[in-house]
């Protein structure tokens, strides 16, 4: 029997006991990360490709069970996504209690979203935080994407081994990480921002990105200590969240790195 698998987009993230996991860099990822592997699926003609042979081999090591399907069952399985030929059967998304995270994190930049929905901009900025040696992801428990098997593969696989911790209130979440000793950042494009390019920001930091359409909520803002903006010179008035996010998240890397040289 497959497992039930969970929404492809956002809308809640409460996942399954299981998941099935698709794409060659979320598995070869997943393989490797937190998760309890149960079954690997393959197609026979993806199995002689590099990276899935690389999965097998991380498979038969770990002793997950392997299946080579046909490609029409793994369609099947699998009937709206690019599987790549590969599926991996896994326990559900480990998240990190906040105050676990917090403490793992020591010190390192945490970034927290409000109200991110769409999949592909939560997998990039994901991949952007574990690519820049974030310390941690904060999402909130209701109007947000979670880690579902489509961001998963939206952030190739990058998830895997980033913390990531679902909170009931972003805001008290905030407070918790200040309480803490970080500073919170929100990048938003709200007339009194300050240009995040040639200000201060400190350290340590956790960023909140805002959601696609409205920004940085509100009720957020009330809990943060500096408001930072992305120049804009061209006719468009605002970046995607997850290219926003990005520039911010690297911007921040080179000030580090800077201070380290």
Not at 145 to 162: F, Y
Not at 235 to 248: C, D, H, K
Request: net charge neutral; proline share 7%.
């Amino acid at each position: 029997m497959a497992p039930r698998l969970a929404r492809q987009g956002g809308g809640g993230p409460r996942p399954p006991e299981r998941e099935l996991l698709y794409g060659r860099n979320a598995v070869i990822e997943a393989l490797r990360g937190r998760r309890r592997a149960r079954h690997l699926y393959v197609t026979e003609a993806a199995a002689h490709q590099p990276r899935v042979a690389r999965a097998l081999s991380d498979a038969t090591a770990g002793n997950v069970p392997v299946t080579r399907l046909p490609p029409e069952e793994l369609d099947r399985r699998l009937p709206t996504v690019n599987h790549q030929g590969i599926a991996l059967e896994a326990s559900a998304f480990p998240y990190r209690d906040l105050s676990t995270l917090l403490a793992e994190a020591g010190g390192r930049l945490i970034v927290a979203l409000d109200h991110v929905q769409d999949p592909q901009n939560l997998g990039t900025l994901i991949r952007t935080a574990e690519a820049t040696g974030c310390g941690g992801l904060l999402i909130p428990e209701r109007r947000s994407a979670g880690i579902t098997p489509a961001v998963v593969n939206a952030s190739a696989g990058a998830v895997e081994h980033l913390p990531v911790a679902l909170v009931a209130n972003l805001g008290r979440a905030m407070e918790q990480a200040k309480a803490a000793g970080y500073w919170a950042i929100a990048l938003d494009a709200e007339a009194d921002a300050q240009p995040l390019f040639a200000t201060e920001v400190p350290e340590p930091t956790l960023l909140v990105v805002g959601s696609e359409g409205h920004g940085v909520s509100p009720s957020v803002v009330d809990h943060v200590d500096l408001v930072v903006s992305l120049p804009m010179l061209g006719r468009v008035e605002s970046l995607n969240a997850a290219v926003a996010g990005s520039i911010a998240l690297y911007e921040l890397l080179r000030r580090r790195l800077s201070k380290a040289s």
